[in-house]
Every structure is written in structure tokens, then in C-alpha cells.
């Protein structure tokens, strides 16, 4: 492996192509992990070529540990993507927003809507698929804020069934979302 490194390295008779085929597999299964606002499949699939070509330049030769540094760049160079795009999208509308006295003065923009919006309409879809202990269950904890325990006392299950139903439930629409 070594050697096709530094034939890559040097631009040799495709030793780069020889490599990106051996990481093809993993760039697929990575990228189709993610779903970042404002990228395809394809283009994502682009990054995780682009993240083996950075390796190849960034490896030193020597450290017989290509294979770990090709995986691990991949992985690491899709989360800083998804962190930029997560960041792009959340930043903030004006300089104004960052004087923390007047944050009772922001008003939302239609983006902050829009996503608010979508946001919500994909809860009460996610909701509609629970059975209805487990809404329930949801309900009563997060929304009119009783405790477990307290849920518990006021049905014949006990804390730890209560416990594992909405755990569940908390799966399922993380699932569904």
C-alpha cells in the first residue's frame, strides 16, 4: 500500500484511481448517512473523493497506517461539512442579534418560519404514529411536566414500564423525523 501512495503522491500511471476505487464502498456507505440542506447523494459522494484525495496528499509516507488515516479522514471531513452546513444555516440575520441586551427585540425572519414550520408539520406526523399510551406518556412528561413517578402512581405499571415506553417512543420518532 505504501508504494501506491507514493505512486499517487508522485502522479504515477493511476495509482490514485487504484486507491479512490478501494475507499468507493465506504464513501457510498457514508455519504448516504447524511442528509445535509443543499446536497445530493452525488455531491456528497464528491466529498468523500475529495477527502481520499486530501489524504493521499496529507499522508506521510512511513507510518504504515493509511488505511485508518483514509477512513477516518472520510468520516471526519462529512461531520465538518454537516457542522459548516448546520452552522451556514443557523447564523444569524443581522450584527443587532449579537448585542445579547436586545435579544427580546429579534423578530424572526421567514426562514426562522418556514423551518419552524416544516419542523412542527413533521413532529405531528411523527406524533400520529405512536400508539396512544406512548403519546401519552410524551404528553404528560414533556408538555404538562410531570414526572415519571408521578405518571407511574397514576396507572397499574410501573416507573421502569413507563420508563422503557417512552424511551421507545422517544426512538420511534427520532426514527420517523
Known amino acids: 500500500m505504501e508504494n501506491l501512495i507514493e505512486k499517487a503522491k508522485n502522479k504515477e500511471g493511476g495509482a490514485a484511481e487504484i486507491i479512490l476505487e478501494k475507499f468507493k464502498y465506504l464513501i457510498f456507505k457514508e455519504a448516504s448517512r447524511y442528509h445535509i440542506p443543499g446536497y445530493e447523494l452525488e455531491d456528497l459522494i464528491q466529498h468523500g473523493y475529495l477527502s481520499v484525495m486530501k489524504s493521499i496528499a496529507m ?3 512511513g507510518s504504515n497506517s493509511f488505511n485508518g488515516y483514509c477512513i477516518n479522514s472520510i468520516r471526519m471531513n462529512f461531520k465538518a461539512l454537516l457542522k459548516g452546513e448546520i452552522k451556514h444555516f443557523r447564523e444569524v440575520p443581522n450584527n443587532d442579534m449579537l448585542d445579547f441586551d436586545n ?34 406518556i410524551l404528553e404528560r412528561y414533556y408538555i404538562k411536566g410531570h414526572s415519571m413517578g408521578e405518571i407511574a402512581c397514576d396507572s397499574d405499571k410501573s416507573y421502569h414500564q413507563f420508563a422503557r415506553i417512552k424511551r421507545k417512543a422517544l426512538q420511534k420518532l427520532r426514527a420517523i423525523m
Open 59 to 61: 499522508y506521510k509516507l
Open 103 to 136: 435579544v427580546e427585540h429579534y423578530e424572526f425572519t421567514l426562514e426562522d418560519e418556514v423551518i419552524a414550520y416544516d419542523e412542527v408539520e413533521k413532529l405531528y406526523v411523527a406524533l400520529d404514529k405512536l400508539n396512544n399510551i406512548e403519546r401519552s
